[in-house]
């Protein structure tokens, strides 16, 4: 398994108490696989992935327990300094807004060629060749004209090329996209999507895709891991999950994608807002939105249980919601 | 910063889509990108970039279109502000008199003549005489070099000091960073006045450095805040926690991540602050602890005139008119640089 993530907790510190805003996230990612984490905005989805990457704001997070595994090794055990190595060349990110997460004093060119100086200790002449070859491979056109250009000079689509470039450098085994499409208008959602499932099938690489567009899943996930108030409330093969949810809210998540069969008709949406991570409400997590809840869901916190063989739910009444 | 459309001739316009995926257009040497079925992922956006790919029709302006960051936007601004270039003419000017101060003044500010005493203007002596009976002219000409001096090199000193302290300060955060705020806060509570004439009045070097070193010593501070300020702002941008995830150490995180994206304000509270350094170098020299005879200073001379500024206006007039229009100069300069380097007020 390339990477496996085991009972991770992360909190954060703040002025009111703790956030728990990871509590208990099992999953895995094998190499070129794709994996989709889905959650509403405060899941936890992200925080989880800013710990495997290991660039959790810190303090006020905190990582309370649980392992990372990389390739079978522990990454929280790990020296900062080799950590510091894996990051970039084995594992890399894709950020959700290409624009803030490019430096705008430096040109693409030599933040494209930064990967080659810091890992490969390149002189930064043939850095920046190999930042025009990137560019060419992620298909932006007259890549030699501009590589000397700066970020804000380039359209949205661009940059997220750009982005996704920088991440594939060094060709890492695992890619993690935090919401890369979410900032881009539809059309070029669907180029960079495609782009990112293509160069990931191309390098056999491990793909985390976090989002929450069941839109963009469907085409490229090969699984889905559905986060809730930082668990994973059902985890399943990607075409299972749209055949028929084993959770109320996945179940809730599809009901509410637009569907041209219901123009006209209001579109559903789960009722109340996500729980507070400082108070999370006791029993299950969900319970308080849920349209199946009942007393046991007020009490008892429901185990993440096999459904299948590849699937697994957090719900007490799993089979209810498969059926019903 | 909108990027500026795309020349629209009217060969631009072609047929409906306006697009032929295939071929290059007329006025493309190359065709956007290849023919290849993955490769028209990019062809839409072609259309969006700015300009258009090799020497198309508006292929001259592209070497000029090219690195618009925010140092060149700031200078293009410059250029046009008629404060900015009056007040860097005379800074100029001064920086080039106070080098080499023979180039206008022939006279030596030290050879004076008692028997001209206080004497107004004459031919060759257009500003008149002091006590002493030296040469106004002469020595409001020599007195630049001891301002600026002053004013540079305390600058730099405080800039230098001020954003290391505050720069490691604020990326690093922790103890340290309270530990040097606090020290800060008591360098702050030093009353300036007071504080040159309790240090300085032990000082008995004839030299511009313990001015310097003062002024140093209670302007590093001021940066530093500033300098801790815009690196807290700029580390919590994405790019940064970008450039981790992409295995970058903190030392280039640092210098090449933050630092430049952090050091407009302190350029523009460094640039302000030298026409006050310049000002607090002649209150000091005023006051007799700042820069001493032989040395000739705008503030000693404005020191001797002082008592004489009903018999002999002239004295004061020149030396004074002199610091403030330096002092002015560099204030409109930092406000010109303000003006350009922050983009909220564009």
Redesign the interface.
Known sequence: MLLEVRDLHVEFKTRDGVAKAVNGVDYSVDEGETLAVLGESGSGKSVTAQAVMGILDSPPGRIAGGEILFKGEDLLKMKEERRRKIRGAEMAMIFQDALSSLNPVLSVGAQLGEMYEVHRGMSRKDSRAKAVELMDRVKIPAAKERVGDYPHQFSGGMRQRIMIAMALALEPSLIIADEPTTALDVTVQAQVMDLLAELQRELNMGLILITHDLGVVADVADKIAVMYAGRIVEAAPVHEIYRAPAHPYTRGLLDSIPRLDQKGQELYAIKGLPPNLLAIPPGCAFNPRCPMARAVCRTDVPPLAPVSEERTSACFFWKECLHG | ?R?PEPPEGPERAEGPGGYDPVGPRRHEA?S??GQGG??D??L???E???KG??PGPAGGS?AQE??????SDAWHQLRRNPVFVVSSLLILFLIVISVWPQLIASGDPLQCDLSKSQQGASPGHPFGYDTQGCDVYTRTVYGARASITVGICATLGAALLGSALGGLAGFFGGWSDSLLSRVADIFFGIPVVLGGLVFLSVVTSNTVWPVVGFIVLLGWPQIARIARGSVITAKQ???V?????????NG?ILL??VA??AVAPVIVVATIALGTYIALEATLSFLGVGLRPPTVSWGIDISNAAPQIRNAPHMLLYPAGALSLTVLAFIMLGDAVRDALDPKLR
């Open positions: 910063m990027e190359i956007p990108t993955a490769m992922l990019a839409e956006e072609a969006s970039l700015e790919p090799g592209g090219k690195a618009r960051s925010l140092w941008n994405d790019y926690q970008a450039a981790r995830a992409l295995g970058a150490g280039r090449r991540h430049p994206n």
